[in-house]
């Protein structure tokens, strides 16, 4: 049975501006701490983009994905709230958005075993965002929750039919997983029956960042800056960042990452091209660059922070929006639950 649903991985931002009612975006964090400048740039900003045009939003806390990697879920419930927190400071609208976290919809975990059903271990074990994030780890071994966790996502995605996903380029595997997985039950359970849209993906424009110490910004290697941080520790972080002796400032990622880095960052938060920062900054050097990026990132975070001080004001802002958002993803899984098993003939007996 030939599908006509072909649509390629990646969106196209013209379809999307032309009809934003044809999509339904489902992004999500994993609380393992708080958001940072990579991921303003790299996926909070597309999600407020891709809202304001009018598409609606559900917004995941994948919460079983903490321990996919790690032997504790840490500080878990501070960092739920944090990574909401982040989300709405960066501009997502609490009134219109389905914001939950993964434990609270108990029906997510139901969808599992009909798509592990269409997933092959040699699909998991060759994912190379699972090898990096094992490899990643330091553990001696993988677990099957992190084997499985690119199917836990097309779960994520699948159960609200989401259709686009704004996310970066690592979770490109798992977005091609999840459109098998839609693929494969429509063909294999359904008849060829469209259960499921195959979910694009929508990659920022953003390049990923670099960390202050000149390797890739990640939480786990503590060389990001928060979002939550204030204006003087982001100034202190950015001082300290490392770069070269080199006085005269140029873009060059490969030759030198720590320069272009803050090259980046700066044009980021301009609207401008990176080269074009650094003909500005041009014979000032290092300090000079700094103070550029010191500049123009805290000019850019003052409505983050000033939104975060808003919002953190409000002591059960963070609780009443998950339960809502509990609420709704929970019937919404259910009800997706049932067709899966209607397909599968279960509900026959
Ligand atoms: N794996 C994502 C990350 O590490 C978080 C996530 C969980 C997600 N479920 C999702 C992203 C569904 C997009 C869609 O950032």
């Known amino acids: 049975m030939t599908l006509t649903l072909d649509t390629p991985l990646l ?9 934003p009612s044809r999509y339904r975006v489902l992004t999500g964090d994993r609380p ?8 303003y740039f790299g996926t909070l900003l597309n999600r407020v983009r891709l809202q304001r045009q009018g598409v609606e939003t559900f917004l995941v806390v994948a919460d079983y994905q903490v321990i996919t990697d790690r032997l504790s879920p840490g500080e878990i419930a501070a960092n739920v709230r944090e990574v909401v927190l982040d989300n709405l400071a960066a501009g997502v609208d609490p009134d219109h958005t389905t914001v939950f976290a993964h434990s609270a919809v108990p029906a997510l975990n139901q969808l599992l075993l009909p798509f592990l059903s269409l997933t092959t271990v040699a699909e998991l074990q060759r994912n ?34 989401g259709n686009l996903v704004p996310v970066g380029d690592d979770q490109l595997p798992h977005v091609e997983q999840t459109r098998l997985v ?26 990923r960042l670099v960390g202050v110490d000149g390797r890739k910004m990640s939480k786990s290697r503590g060389n990001t800056i928060a979002l939550k941080a204030s204006a003087d520790e982001t100034a202190r ?3 300290r960042s490392v770069t070269d002796g080199r006085r005269d400032i140029t873009y060059d990622p490969v030759e030198r990452p720590g320069v272009s880095s803050l090259v980046e960052i700066a044009a980021l938060c301009l609207g401008v091209a990176p080269d074009e920062v650094a003909a500005q900054v041009g014979g000032g050097g290092s300090a000079l660059l700094k103070a550029l990026v010191i500049d123009v990132v805290n000019e850019e975070l003052r409505p983050v922070r000033e939104r975060r001080a808003a919002y953190a004001a409000d002591p059960g802002l963070v609780g009443s929006l998950l339960a809502a958002g ?21 509900t026959a007996y």
């Open 182 to 207: 839609a693929r494969r039950f429509n063909e294999r359970y359904a008849g060829g029956r469209a259960v499921f849209r195959e979910p694009q993906a929508l990659l920022s424009p953003a390049p």
């Open 326 to 346: 509990a609420e709704r993803a929970t019937a919404m899984a259910a009800a997706t639950l049932a067709d899966v098993q209607e397909a599968l003939g279960m």
């Open 11 to 19: 969106a196209d931002p013209a379809d999307i501006a032309a009809d």
């Open 32 to 39: 393992t701490g708080s958001l940072h400048l990579g991921h």
């Open 237 to 239: 972080l950015i001082r």
């Open 128 to 161: 190379p965002t699972v090898k990096e994030e094992a490899a990643a780890s330091g553990l001696a071994s993988i677990s099957g929750l992190l084997l499985t966790y690119p199917v836990h996502q097309a779960a994520d995605i699948l159960f609200c039919h």
